[in-house]
């Protein structure tokens, strides 16, 4: 479960990234919607943003729930 919990942030990021650089005109077909279209930079950001906030939930989550049982 913890190792779908940082796919699903990763790929919100990795998502998020494709969708910012096809509404800069960097990436994809002239003939799709979010080209050069400046509505999915914002969408694009929005997605990653929410990537960042799996992962760092994640990571937390780990912290505090599993924490370091070396320090004997």
Not at 10 to 31: D, H, K, M, N
């Amino acid at each position: 479960m913890k190792i779908l919990i940082e796919i699903f942030g990763i790929v919100l990021v990795l998502a998020g990234l494709v969708f910012t650089a096809q509404s800069e005109s960097y990436v994809g077909p002239q003939s799709s919607f979010m080209y050069s279209n400046p509505s999915w930079t914002m969408n694009g950001l929005m997605i990653i943003l929410a990537g960042i906030i799996v992962l760092i939930l994640d990571i937390i989550i780990r912290i505090v729930y599993h924490p370091n049982t070396n320090n004997k």
